[in-house]
């Protein structure tokens, strides 16, 4: 099984600050990575793709990075609606999420 | 606009059955794969199952496999999981969502609330 590991599992930070959540996997993936918002009661919602592939829609201050076994997502200038869990997948084989990184105002 | 709206979840005991539906809209339901992911109570997200446009092929995770069934009717643009044997392990919100011609998943529902009691 494909394992995913995401940390850190919090962050805190301030509107405006660039921030980076990162993902490691236990082999290797390619670039087969997405990267999901959820907000408090809401679905995910996919931001990126194939580990740096912006969704349509998503606003460029999101951007991922990374493949084979190593994922960063980052977040060039946080705002107020990026207060939310945020979750890598891998779907090479099978689809296995992280644990998941909540971003909290600091 | 596409819309997925997942419907069918209830409160049941340990052992009983249920079956979720996820209805769909705005798309050609045929074309795509679909899956069901799932979320217990402040946790993380889980893919539960996974299915084929044409219904041809199905996927389980190990936990929901020989007690959970995915089918689809693309007449009717519905998504289906019968859930029988359920065990209060299987306590979550249960998402229905489009796979991506790359597999990745897009277009989420709201979920609907499956609760197993002992």
């Known amino acids: 099984d494909i394992q995913m590991t995401q940390s850190p599992s919090t962050l805190s930070a301030s509107v405006g600050d660039r921030v980076t959540i990162t993902c490691r996997a236990n082999?290797?993936?390619?670039?087969?990575l997405a990267w999901y918002q959820q907000r408090p009661g809401k679905a995910p919602k996919v931001l990126i793709y194939k580990a740096s592939s912006l969704e349509s829609g998503v606003p460029s201050r999101f951007s991922g990075s990374g493949s084979g076994t190593e994922f960063a997502l980052t977040i060039s200038s946080l705002q107020p609606d990026d207060f939310a869990t945020y979750y890598c997948q891998q779907y090479s084989r099978w689809w296995t999420f992280g644990q998941g990184t909540k971003v909290e105002i600091k | 606009e596409v819309q997925v709206v997942e419907s069918g979840g209830d409160l049941v005991q340990s052992g009983g059955s249920l079956r979720l539906s996820c209805a769909v809209s705005?798309?050609?339901?045929?074309?795509?794969?679909m899956s069901w992911v799932r979320q217990a109570p402040g946790e993380g997200l889980e893919c539960v199952s996974s299915?084929?446009?044409?219904?041809?092929?199905?996927y389980y995770v190990d936990s929901v496999k020989g007690r959970f069934t995915i089918s689809r009717d693309n007449s009717k643009s519905t998504l289906y999981l019968q859930m029988t044997s359920l065990r209060v392990d299987d306590t979550a919100i249960y998402y229905c969502?489009?796979?991506?011609?790359?597999?990745?998943?897009?277009?989420w529902g709201r979920g609907t609330l499956v609760t197993v009691s002992s």
């Open positions: 969502a489009r796979r991506t011609l790359d597999d990745h998943l897009e277009f």
């Open positions: 299915i084929t446009n044409d219904g041809g092929s199905t």
């Open positions: 082999q290797s993936i390619d670039s087969w």
């Open positions: 705005g798309f050609i339901f045929r074309n795509y794969a």
